[in-house]
T-cell receptor, first 122, second 112 residues
Framework: DAGVIQSPRHEVTEMGQEVTLRCKPI?????LFWYRQTMMRGLELLIY????????DSGMPEDRFSAKMPNASFSTLKIQPSEPRDSAVYFC????????????????????FGPGTRLLVL | KQEVTQIPAALSVPEGENLVLNCSFT??????LQWFRQDPGKGLTSLLL?????REQTSGRLNASLDKSSGRSTLYIAASQPGDSATYLC???????????FGKGTMLLVSP
C-alpha cells in the first residue's frame, strides 16, 4: 500500500483565498483524522471521521474551516477565506477501528500519518 | 482536558550515548500511550505503543515505560546514532476517547 496520500504537498496562497487540502487514507481503514501542526501549539486534532461520519469536530477552529469525507477513500479540508494565522502543516492520518470484547468496546490500531501539506497564507 | 508535556524540548548528544526522553500527562485515566518519530518535512511514524495495563514496551534499541499512576512515560534510546536525529512525540489516548492528545515533542540531535 502507498500509505496515506496528501495533496498538495505545498500550498502558497493569499489571504482571503479558498484552500482545499486532500487526503486519501490507507485502503481498509475506517477512521480518518485531520491535524494541524504549528511551532506554538504543536499537533492539534481538527476533526475525526469514523466510517465517513464526522465524530468529533471540536478542534475545528471556526466556521472558516470545513471537512468532508464523501467516501471511504477520500477526504477534504477546506479553508474559506484563508488567513495568515492558518499557516501551518496539515496532516491527515488513518487507522482501523474495531470492536473488541463481549461488551463491544472500541479498539483502534495505530494511526498512520501522511506526509502533510505545508500551507503558507500571505 | 488531557494535557501532555514533553521535557526537554530539545536535546543534543554525541553518538553512542544512552538517553531518556520524558513525557507527562495530567489525567491518568488513559487507554494507551504512544511514542512517535517525526523527521523534518515528514509525517509521524509510530515507534511504540503501550497499553494502560502494560509497564513497558521494547523495540530494538528503544524502550518505553509507563507509570500511569504518576502520569509519566519515558522513552529510552540505547547507543544513540546520528540516524536517531528527529523529533520524538508522545501521544495519549484517554479512556473513553478514540483520539490522541500529543505533546509538543523533543527535538533530538545526535552528532557523529
Amino acid at each position: 500500500d502507498a500509505g496515506v496520500i496528501q495533496s498538495p504537498r505545498h500550498e502558497v496562497t493569499e489571504m482571503g483565498q479558498e484552500v482545499t487540502l486532500r487526503c486519501k487514507p490507507i485502503s481498509g481503514h475506517n477512521s480518518l483524522f485531520w491535524y494541524r501542526q504549528t511551532m506554538m501549539r504543536g499537533l492539534e486534532l481538527l476533526i475525526y471521521f469514523n466510517n465517513n461520519v464526522p465524530i468529533d469536530d471540536s478542534g475545528m477552529p471556526e466556521d472558516r474551516f470545513s471537512a468532508k469525507m464523501p467516501n471511504a477513500s477520500f477526504s477534504t479540508l477546506k479553508i474559506q477565506p484563508s488567513e495568515p494565522r492558518d499557516s501551518a502543516v496539515y496532516f491527515c492520518a488513518s487507522s482501523l477501528q474495531f470492536r473488541t470484547g463481549g461488551f463491544g468496546g472500541l479498539d483502534q490500531e495505530t494511526q498512520y500519518f501522511g506526509p502533510g501539506t505545508r500551507l503558507l497564507v500571505l | 482536558k488531557q494535557e501532555v508535556t514533553q521535557i526537554p524540548a530539545a536535546l543534543s548528544v554525541p553518538e553512542g550515548e544512552n538517553l531518556v526522553l520524558n513525557c507527562s500527562f495530567t489525567d491518568s485515566a488513559i487507554y494507551n500511550l504512544q511514542w512517535f518519530r517525526q523527521d523534518p518535512g515528514k509525517g509521524l511514524t509510530s515507534l511504540l505503543l503501550i497499553q494502560s495495563s502494560q509497564r513497558e514496551q521494547t523495540s530494538g534499541r528503544l524502550n518505553a515505560s509507563l507509570d500511569k499512576s504518576s502520569g509519566r512515560s519515558t522513552l529510552y534510546i540505547a547507543a544513540s546514532q546520528p540516524g536517531d536525529s528527529a523529533t520524538y512525540l508522545c501521544a495519549v489516548r484517554s479512556s473513553g476517547y478514540s483520539t490522541l492528545t500529543f505533546g509538543k515533542g523533543t527535538m533530538l540531535l545526535v552528532s557523529p
